[in-house]
């Protein structure tokens, strides 16, 4: 396999996770009497431009298929920073009812709701059906298709050049990158700006965050890479803000080289010095991640098999993506996890690809009351925690995997097994 944006020919591995069906591709009472596609997957770097990528094995259309399950508007955590993002961005580039902004990546709408709020004109572009039609009952415009550049020009003949162009937690679902930035390119204004949110490489090594990788994301970013994959496309970036959510990520701001009026921050060069410190361009900084991957899903069966033998109940929580890759990747199946709760009516009824444990609605965990209740969706440990303080009734504990096994009392410090 060559490398995404430069084509250099890739051989050094970063993470092996063996073989797992695709994360979203959630199993129905009809799909589930048939057999699963699995696949390699295996992430690798590139010694280059330091891109680390998915190796090819499944195309964009068949991750993101009409059914996706994925969406984002039942996230309050998410919802919140989606409007806080807004204001932002009105204050900061005075956007108002002249402007335009786009959002590549609309999903649900959950974005563009409140860009629509402030009768600011705005278009999502969203490939898949399912968070389309839900965008557009918010009374959206959206155009169901993948973006890249053939599509910004189709946009831009329609005279619908962006002064905002938005892209949150897409930029790693990508196949072809360079096609998908240089559509920004062309569709920005002259004095545009195009802003990108994703995890931060750092981040996911530091925190020791494998579970994030599967076969959707195609590639996983630092701020030393994603800069020269924009310059060689045409975008320079001009600021970078570090964000808590999904465990640590970048926003990052650009504009069109050959119209580059805004000054870059200092904030740029602190970034790149700390990727630089902590030796983003050299192998060493790739290589412990398969060790401390493998001590998490170790430590996790261990401790399933420990509360089974205890006679403890046990459940899940949040069906989410990267619980798939750590159920898969650890080998747990029903017996060890018998189902998992999860509040999106569109997974519930559903069965996790792979595993194939049950997806269940909370009137389960309210009736059986575990003893145990596994958050797999960690980056959300604190908003599901509130949103389940009526466990606290028969004293459930919470548990993550994530960067290491913790468990949480209740009214208690964290602390680590």
């Known amino acids: 396999m060559n490398c995404r944006h430069c084509g250099t020919f890739l051989h050094r591995p970063f993470l092996d996770l063996g073989s797992a069906p695709p994360s979203n591709g959630y199993l129905t009472t009809k799909t589930i009497h048939s057999p699963e596609q699995w696949l390699p997957l295996r992430l690798l770097v590139c010694e280059n431009c330091w891109l680390v990528q998915t190796e090819d094995f499944a195309g964009a259309e068949t991750l993101f298929s009409d059914d996706y399950g994925y969406f984002s508007s039942f996230s309050t955590t998410w919802l919140k920073h989606a409007e806080e993002y807004v204001a932002t961005m009105v204050e900061r580039f005075s956007l108002n009812r002249q402007s335009l902004v786009i959002e590549v990546a609309a999903n649900d709408g959950y974005l563009l709701q409140f860009v629509k709020k402030r009768e600011i004109p705005c278009l999502g ?11 557009k009952k918010k009374g959206l415009t959206i155009i169901k298709e993948f973006f890249g550049k053939s599509l ?7 005279k619908m050049s962006a002064d905002l162009i938005t892209a ?7 196949p072809d990158i360079n096609d998908f930035v240089a559509g920004f390119t062309t569709l920005l204004k002259p004095q545009g700006v195009a802003t990108f949110e994703f995890p931060h490489l750092l981040n996911m090594v530091a925190e020791n965050q494998f579970d994030t990788a599967y076969h959707e994301h195609y590639s996983y970013f630092s701020l030393t890479t994603v800069r020269t994959i924009f310059f060689h496309n045409g975008l320079q970036i001009f600021d970078v803000e570090p964000l808590a959510t999904h465990g640590g990520s970048l926003r990052i701001y650009a504009q069109r080289t050959d119209h580059a009026g805004r000054k870059c921050t200092n904030r740029v060069e602190g970034v790149l010095r700390q990727e630089r410190a902590q030796g983003i361009r050299n192998t060493r900084f790739y290589t412990s991640f398969q060790k401390n ?6 430590d996790f069966l261990v401790f399933l098999l420990q509360c089974r033998e205890q006679g403890k109940s046990v459940a899940g929580y949040g069906a989410a993506a990267k619980g798939n890759t750590l159920l898969n990747f650890a080998g747990i199946k029903q017996d060890l996890l018998p189902y998992i709760v999860d509040r999106n009516p569109a997974k519930q009824n559903n069965f996790m690809p792979g595993s194939r444990i049950p997806i269940v609605d909370e009137s389960r965990l309210k009736d059986e009351r575990p003893d145990i209740i596994i958050i797999l969706p960690w980056n959300l440990r604190d908003e599901i925690i509130k949103q389940l303080q009526y466990t606290q009734e028969w004293n459930a504990q919470y548990v993550t995997a994530i960067p290491a096994l913790t468990k949480m009392e209740r009214r208690q410090h964290d602390s680590r097994i």
Not at 168 to 174: E, G, S
């Open 168 to 174: 949150n937690n897409v930029l790693a679902h990508v």
């Open 293 to 298: 991957a493998e001590k998490v899903k170790n």
């Open 152 to 158: 910004a020009e189709t946009l831009l003949q329609k």
């Open 125 to 135: 572009i969203e490939p898949t059906l399912s968070t389309a039609e839900a965008a």
